[in-house]
T-cell receptor, first 117, second 113 residues
Framework: NAGVTQTPKFQVLKTGQSMTLQCAQD?????MYWYRQDPGMGLRLIYY???????DKGEVPNGYNVSRLNKREFSLRLESAAPSQTSVYFC????????????????FGPGTRLTVL | AQSVSQHNHHVILSEAASLELGCNYS??????LFWYVQYPGQHLQLLLK??????LVKGIKGFEAEFIKSKFSFNLRKPSVQWSDTAEYFC???????????FGKGNQVVVIP
């Protein structure tokens, strides 16, 4: 039982390049989330998926897209990377058996450290 | 808008000292409250949570937090810290009906042996 896994662990991009961050969970959780963590800013929600087949914008969605590929996987795509997207990206999941998002503990992955030059 | 404030971003203390980290939020309705910890180089883990019931919540590793509704606060405490408690601590709040979990900016805690 690996929990939440993320790939890659580290990535360096040039401005304008694109990439996809992968996230998978093996806990049969309904909801999944993407956050970015910047020094002194805490965690900020980029996008979330309350259940398979749905996605919604969070606090800072500009410059990102997401895909809930199936119940296990939730990917984050940067179409044209910018230096302002240099950050640590965390994926998380939660069970939410009642279907009420945000009412349950979130389990976090190890993070992807992204640098955009 | 829902916001979470954590004070004293950097805290340095010696082993066996007591620790208290403040967390205040801005929403007046029903809330779910969390404290997460991030050890150096690791991902966030849940320390404790409050949904309802006894406002004094006990978590892992000897941590506890008290929900004081009248003060909109959920302060984290540990009576005697260890070097292994060196980490960053995040308070998080969900206001029921709001589609997000708002995180505070974190407290960087360093425990000196």
């Amino acid at each position: 039982n690996a929990g939440v896994t993320q790939t890659p662990k580290f990535q360096v991009l040039k401005t304008g390049q694109s990439m996809t961050l992968q996230c998978a969970q093996d806990m049969n959780h309904n909801s999944m989330y993407w956050y970015r963590q910047d020094p002194g800013m805490g965690l900020r929600l980029i996008y979330y998926s309350a259940s398979e087949g749905t996605t919604d914008k969070g606090e800072v969605p500009n410059g990102y897209n997401v895909s809930r590929l199936n119940k296990r996987e939730f990917s984050l795509r940067l179409e044209s990377a910018a230096p302002s997207q240099t950050s640590v990206y965390f994926c998380a999941s939660s069970e939410n058996p009642s279907g009420i998002v945000w009412a349950d503990e979130q389990f976090f992955g190890p993070g992807t450290r992204l640098t955009v030059l | 808008a829902q916001s979470v404030s954590q004070h004293n971003h950097h805290v340095i203390l010696s082993e066996a000292a007591s620790l208290e980290l403040g967390c205040n939020y801005s929403y007046g309705g029903t809330v779910n409250l969390f404290w997460y910890v991030q050890y150096p180089g690791q991902h966030l883990q849940l320390l404790l949570k409050y949904f309802s019931g006894d406002p004094l919540v006990k978590g892992i590793k000897g941590f506890e937090a008290e929900f004081i509704k009248s003060k909109f606060s959920f302060n984290l405490r540990k009576p005697s810290v260890q070097w292994s408690d060196t980490a960053e601590y995040f308070c998080a709040v969900n206001a029921k009906g709001n589609n997000r979990l708002a995180f505070g900016k974190g407290n960087q805690v360093v425990v000196i042996p």
